[in-house]
T-cell receptor, first 113, second 114 residues
């Protein structure tokens, strides 16, 4: 089966610019997650979707970050405006539901200059 | 919330040796403990997991042990091979959120020298 797909794989922008990341989960997976992974650290959850509903976004910095999962399939994570400290890898993961294994995508490495 | 501590941060072994990575967690309600392997520039991949109703689980050269009383769990890799070199992350989650809200440790970089 195809895995979780993310694009772009790499993104370099200047601070204060907007940026968007896209994720296509494994077919049939209802739960979708966005994680932030800083260098030398473990992934940290930003937001979790159950179908199209954001059920856990307590760690999402809502002043500059937003996410959507229209139709409960693909998802987009946006940062506007980006700051230097946003440089990290943004991982998307999906699972059948909250009781099953999470499968990760390859991530998007963001560099903010 | 949950807090997961992982040690050591770096582990160097010779090929054929065993490697042990240890994690402790703070939330006694946690009951699901997966281990992920992440090769450089690649995605994290689940290699083994354990639920709180068992104390040990093995899969070929990999085993995980869980001590709920002490709130710690460990990953054991026997007969290490160079391709085992990667960063390993432990994680924990509690039943209130299913298995969805994983709290990860900071990772252990395992280096296996030929």
């Amino acid at each position: 089966e195809a895995g979780v797909v993310q694009s772009p794989r790499y993104k370099i922008i200047e601070k204060k610019q907007p940026v968007a990341f896209w994720c296509n989960p494994i077919s049939g997976h209802n739960t979708l997650y966005w994680y932030l992974q800083n260098l030398g650290q473990g992934p940290e959850l930003l937001i979790r979707y159950e179908n199209e509903e954001a059920v856990d976004d307590s760690q999402l910095p809502k002043d500059r970050f937003s996410a959507e999962r229209l139709k409960g399939v693909d998802s987009t994570l946006k940062i506007q405006p980006a700051e230097l400290g946003d440089s990290a890898v943004y991982l998307c993961a999906s699972s059948l539901d909250i009781h099953n294994e999470q499968f990760f995508g390859p991530g998007t490495r963001l560099t903010v200059l | 919330g949950e807090n997961v501590e992982q040690h050591p941060s770096t582990l160097s072994v010779q090929e054929g040796d065993s490697a042990v990575i240890k994690c402790t967690y703070s939330d006694s309600a946690s009951n699901y403990f997966p281990w992920y392997k992440q090769e450089l520039g690649k995605r994290p991949q689940l290699i083994i997991d354990i639920r709180s109703n068992v104390g040990e689980k093995k899969d070929q050269r990999i085993a995980v042990t869980l001590n709920k009383t002490a709130k710690h769990f460990s990953l054991h890799i026997t007969e290490t091979q160079p391709e085992d070199s990667a960063v390993y992350f432990c994680a924990a989650s509690n039943p209130g959120s299913g298995y969805s809200t994983l709290t990860f440790g900071k990772g252990t970089m395992l280096l296996v020298s030929p």
